[in-house]
C-alpha cells in the first residue's frame, strides 16, 4: 500500500538524519514548561514569527534523501489546507507578499515551518527541515524536532496555488507522519465524521490523539475537536463538525507530548455540513447594553492589538491586573501582546451570572466557566475549555486542585466600566 512504502521511507530517511542533536531530550515525552495558548494570537503568530525565523531555521539531511509521496484523494474545490482554505484568502495573502510582508511564505520550507510553530506548537529553535523536493510548482520538506529523540520528521507537501515565480505563495496541501496510519474517513451523519486508524511501532508510549477540525490559519474558531485516549495502537472516534461555506474544512491529527507539542501530525481535507459557520466575536448574551458595549470594545481592541484603544477602556486608579489593585498594564501587555489572546478567548465565551462585590458594584465576569463544576463537566464545557488552551491533564489539574477554573477572567461593571483582567488563577 502507499501509505506503508511512505511509512518505511519516512522511516529510513528520519534514520539517517541528524534530527537528535546535542541537547535532544533522552525521552518522547518531555516535562511541562508551561501552557501554550492558542487562540486567535496564533494568526498573528504567523507574522511575528517572520523577523527571527530566517536566521533561527536550520535545515537538516541531503536534499538528495528519497522523496515521500503524498497520498490520498482531495474533495473538489480550493486544494489548499493551511494557512488559507479559499482562493479569496490566498489572493489577500499574495498581495500582501508581494507588498514585502511575511516573505517566509515564498519558499516551502519557510510555510513548513511556520506550520509547525504555529499548528504543532514547536518551539521556533527545536525546528529543522529537509527540502526534499522542489520542481515546478510542488514541493515536498520533512519537519524535524531537535528535542525529539528517535522520532521520525513529518512530511509537508506544498504547492503554489496562486501561480508560481519567486514571489509565489507556498501552501501546504497534505501533511503526513510515519508514527499515524489514518483511514479513510467515515461519514456517520452530516454533522459526524468517525475518524479511524492505528499508531506505528516507532513510537511507545504516546498518551492520546488530538483531533483538531478547521477552516484557516488557527484552530480558532473551532469547527470540531476531540481527544482520544489510546489503550492499544488503534483508534476509532467520532468528531462532530460545525457548517462552512463551502463545505469544506482542515482535519489535523496530532500526537500531543507533556507541553502539547505534537511528535507526529496527518492533515486532510474532509467534507461539512454547507452553511454559514457560527460568527466570530464576544458572546454577550444575557449582559445590559453598557456591559454589551465596552465587551465589544475590548473585544476588538484585543484582536487589532489596538494599544491605544484599549488605554481609553482601562482606568489606572480602579484597573485590576492580576490582583494588583490600581494598576496599568498596558506596557507590560505591549511587551507581551501574547497576554491579550486571553482577553479575546473568554469574551467568545458567554458570561456568568452577574454578582455584586462589596468596592466593586455589579459585575458581570467572562468566562461563565468560573462557575463550572469539574468534577461533573459537560462536552460543550470541555470544548470550551480547550479552545482556551486546557488539555484534559490541566483539566485533572484543577479538578485535583478542588479551586474550579483556574484560567483567565474578565469583569466589567454594571456601568460599563472595565474593572478587572486576570490570566490566572482565583
Not at 518531555?30 to 486567535?40: E, P, S
Not at 488559507?84 to 500582501?96: F, G, H, I, P, R
Request: hydrophobic letters at 40%.
Amino acid at each position: 500500500m502507499k501509505e506503508t512504502r511512505l511509512r518505511d521511507t519516512l522511516h529510513e530517511i528520519a534514520t539517517g538524519l541528524p534530527v537528535d542533536v546535542e541537547g535532544s531530550a533522552p525521552g518522547t515525552l518531555r516535562r511541562a514548561r508551561g501552557r501554550r495558548f492558542l487562540t486567535a494570537g496564533a494568526g498573528v503568530a504567523i507574522v511575528v514569527a517572520v523577523v527571527v525565523l530566517s536566521a533561527s531555521v536550520l535545515r537538516f539531511g541531503s536534499e538528495t534523501s528519497p522523496t515521500p509521496a503524498v497520498t490520498g484523494s482531495t474533495p473538489a474545490g480550493f486544494e489548499g489546507l493551511w494557512p488559507e482554505t479559499d482562493a479569496e484568502a490566498l489572493a489577500a495573502t499574495q498581495e500582501s507578499v508581494t507588498r514585502g510582508h511575511v516573505p517566509l511564505r515564498t519558499t516551502p520550507d519557510g510555510t513548513a515551518t511556520l506550520l509547525a510553530t504555529n499548528l504543532l506548537g514547536w518551539d521556533l529553535g527545536d525546528v529543522r527541515t529537509a527540502l526534499q523536493r522542489q520542481q515546478a510548482q510542488q514541493a515536498v520538506v520533512l519537519l524535524g524536532n531537535r528535542t525529539f529523540a528517535d522520532i521520525p520528521p513529518v512530511a509537508v507537501a506544498l504547492r503554489q496555488l496562486g501561480g508560481g515565480g519567486p514571489n509565489g505563495i507556498w501552501s501546504v496541501v497534505r501533511l503526513s507522519s510515519p508514527l499515524i496510519e489514518l483511514d479513510e474517513l467515515s461519514e456517520i451523519a452530516p454533522d459526524l465524521v468517525q475518524v479511524s486508524g492505528r499508531v506505528s511501532e516507532l513510537l511507545d508510549g504516546a498518551p492520546a490523539l488530538d483531533a483538531h477540525v478547521f477552516d484557516g490559519p488557527t484552530f480558532d474558531p473551532s469547527l470540531g475537536s476531540a481527544r482520544y485516549e489510546f489503550t492499544d495502537r488503534t483508534f476509532r472516534f467520532d468528531v462532530g463538525l460545525s457548517p462552512t461555506p463551502d463545505g469544506r474544512a482542515t482535519l489535523l491529527l496530532s500526537m500531543p507530548d507533556a507541553v502539547g507539542a505534537s511528535l507526529g501530525a496527518v492533515m486532510v481535507p474532509l467534507e461539512t455540513p454547507v452553511g454559514m459557520a457560527a460568527a466570530s466575536g464576544p458572546d454577550l448574551t444575557g449582559v445590559p447594553a453598557d456591559v454589551s458595549a465596552t465587551a465589544q470594545r475590548i473585544y476588538d481592541a484585543a484582536v487589532a492589538k489596538d494599544f491605544d484603544a484599549l488605554a481609553k477602556l482601562i482606568d489606572p486608579n480602579t484597573f485590576v491586573f492580576n490582583f494588583d489593585d490600581g494598576s496599568d498594564p498596558l506596557d507590560a501587555w505591549r511587551a507581551d501582546p501574547s497576554v491579550l489572546d486571553g482577553v479575546v478567548g473568554v469574551l467568545r465565551l458567554r458570561a456568568a451570572p452577574p454578582v455584586t462585590i462589596e468596592g466593586y458594584g455589579t459585575l458581570y465576569i467572562w468566562p461563565y466557566l468560573k462557575d463550572s463544576d469539574f468534577a461533573a463537566l459537560s462536552a460543550q464545557e470541555r470544548s470550551d475549555l480547550a479552545s482556551l488552551g486546557y488539555n484534559d491533564r490541566d483539566i485533572r489539574l484543577m479538578i485535583e486542585g478542588g479551586h474550579g477554573y483556574q484560567g483567565p477572567r474578565l469583569a466589567i461593571d454594571a456601568t460599563g466600566r472595565w474593572r478587572t483582567y486576570t490570566t490566572m488563577g482565583e
